[in-house]
């Protein structure tokens, strides 16, 4: 299962989930964990063994969101070079400039292009 289904299948109140695709929710592991069984939630002793093999949804989303804005940066940086490439020895256009003030202010670059 990819990240983004991770995160769409995970019932309300999970944390983590483990390597059989089975959510958690670590917030009650002063007590019990919950772990959710297809259909509710309900407390165990039966603690993983081993919380490395959980991974957080919370990183998961991170990785989600950041991959999602790696893809939008890299349509941006190839809209830049084909346009440079197309613009070799031509004014370069305000589109490509626009372009090129976006992926600046999403990188926060220090470039001061006018």
């Known amino acids: 299962m990819d990240d983004q289904k991770i995160l769409d ?3 309300e109140g999970a944390t983590h989930i483990d ?8 917030r009650a592991c002063n007590d019990n964990p919950l772990v959710w ?16 093999l959980l991974r ?15 893809a939008e940066l890299e ?8 346009a440079i ?12 400039l626009a372009a090129v003030r976006r992926v600046v202010a999403k990188l926060t670059l220090p470039l001061n292009i006018q």
């Open 75 to 82: 349509k941006e940086i190839d809209f830049i070079c084909v």
């Open 85 to 96: 490439f197309d613009n070799r020895g031509k004014v370069v256009t305000e589109e490509t």
């Open 19 to 26: 390597t059989e695709l089975t959510y958690w929710d670590i």
């Open 56 to 70: 957080p949804l919370a990183d998961i989303k991170e990785l989600v969101e950041l991959r999602a804005a790696n």
């Open 37 to 52: 069984d297809d259909e509710k939630w309900f407390a165990t002793d039966d603690i993983p063994t081993a919380f490395a």
């Open 9 to 11: 299948n995970a019932p």
